[in-house]
């Protein structure tokens, strides 16, 4: 793609919260944005804005054809796709005694197998450019947990390993990685886009006041999605080589107390661990 035109960049679930977001920072930016949602019309007004520079498509994730034929729209508009950011999915609460094989199964169609497909669509023209980035929603639960978001953090925990790995694969092909951990936003994650199962007496102690806090804190959030929008914007174009990008302070202060968890288990275990060799 031109740099005189600016990057091309492909945002899943584009309709509200951080997609909405990435979408008008890359434009401001003077980018060029295929948009997506599920319902396109969700979109108009950002086409309207920069018709020119703009492709609003029709995408779930969870549909192969879909995908192939949003991937060759934007390639056809275009010439091809310089940014994915796969950032469609929602929030599901619940203990895993309250979540159903179907709603964790449903939960990992687009928080994960949506996201590598999108993924795979779009690397055999990265590859062939030898450039490009992929951009990785994920959370601060895809690498520390709470009480109530095992399904969820599951997802997430998946697609943080899987992009580990596929960066370690790609980068010497010259396509990024970029794994986004937000911590609390106010985006739909707790408004429409939330899903909470039939809760158990059993776990009023652990999840409950989880799911109190998702019930009372919707619009309450602490992070500014805008502002998370122009670092993930910001950490593409400068083309910074960090992997992980924690976003809100609840998302660094969780990652460091894991992180720490794990060193302390590490440390504790390290002589049965050296003890296990023939």
């Given at each position: 793609?031109?740099?005189?035109?600016?990057?091309?960049?492909?945002?899943?679930?584009?309709?509200?919260?951080?997609?909405?977001?990435?979408?008008?920072?890359?434009?401001?930016?003077?980018?060029?944005?295929?948009?997506?949602?599920?319902?396109?019309?969700?979109?108009?007004?950002?086409?309207?804005?920069?018709?020119?520079?703009?492709?609003?498509?029709?995408?779930?994730?969870?549909?192969?054809?879909?995908?192939?034929?949003?991937?060759?729209?934007?390639?056809?508009?275009?010439?091809?796709?310089?940014?994915?950011?796969?950032?469609?999915?929602?929030?599901?609460?619940?203990?895993?005694?309250?979540?159903?094989?179907?709603?964790?199964?449903?939960?990992?169609?687009?928080?994960?197998?949506?996201?590598?497909?999108?993924?795979?669509?779009v690397l055999p023209q990265m590859r062939e450019r030898r450039s490009g980035t992929i951009v990785q929603l994920t959370s601060a639960s895809g690498f520390?947990?709470?009480?109530?978001t095992s399904a969820y953090s599951a997802a997430k925990h998946a697609l943080e390993g899987l992009s580990e790995a596929l960066s370690k694969e790609v980068?010497?092909?010259?396509?990024?990685?970029?794994?986004?951990?937000?911590?609390?936003?106010?985006?739909?994650?707790?408004?429409?886009?939330?899903?909470?199962?039939?809760?158990?007496?059993?776990?009023?102690?652990?999840?409950?006041?989880?799911?109190?806090?998702?019930?009372?804190?919707?619009?309450?959030?602490?992070?500014?999605?805008?502002?998370?929008?122009?670092?993930?914007?910001?950490?593409?174009?400068?083309?910074?080589?960090?992997?992980?990008?924690?976003?809100?302070a609840d998302a660094a202060d969780a990652i460091r107390e894991k992180l720490a968890q794990v060193l302390s288990d590490v440390e504790r275990t390290e002589?049965?661990?050296?003890?296990?060799?023939?």
């Open positions: 793609m031109s740099a005189q035109q600016g990057r091309v960049w492909f945002v899943t679930g584009s309709s509200s919260g951080f997609g909405r977001c990435i979408v008008e920072e890359a434009l401001a930016r003077g980018e060029r944005v295929v948009a997506t949602a599920r319902d396109p019309r969700t979109l108009a007004d950002l086409v309207a804005r920069a018709p020119d520079r703009v492709l609003a498509v029709r995408l779930d994730v969870t549909k192969a054809d879909e995908v192939r034929s949003a991937v060759a729209a934007a390639t056809e508009r275009f010439g091809g796709i310089d940014v994915l950011v796969n950032n469609a999915g929602y929030t599901l609460l619940g203990a895993v005694e309250e979540t159903s094989d179907e709603e964790l199964r449903a939960a990992f169609e687009p928080l994960f197998f949506g996201a590598v497909a999108m993924t795979r669509a520390a947990t709470y009480p109530g980068g010497p092909l010259g396509v990024r990685v970029l794994i986004v951990e937000p911590g609390m936003f106010r985006t739909n994650l707790l408004g429409p886009s939330y899903r909470a199962m039939p809760a158990m007496a059993a776990y009023a102690e652990t999840v409950g006041p989880m799911r109190t806090y998702a019930t009372q804190s919707d619009g309450q959030q602490p992070g500014d999605p805008a502002k998370a929008a122009r670092a993930i914007v910001e950490a593409v174009a400068s083309g910074s080589t960090t992997l992980r990008l924690p976003l809100g002589p049965i661990a050296r003890a296990t060799a023939f």
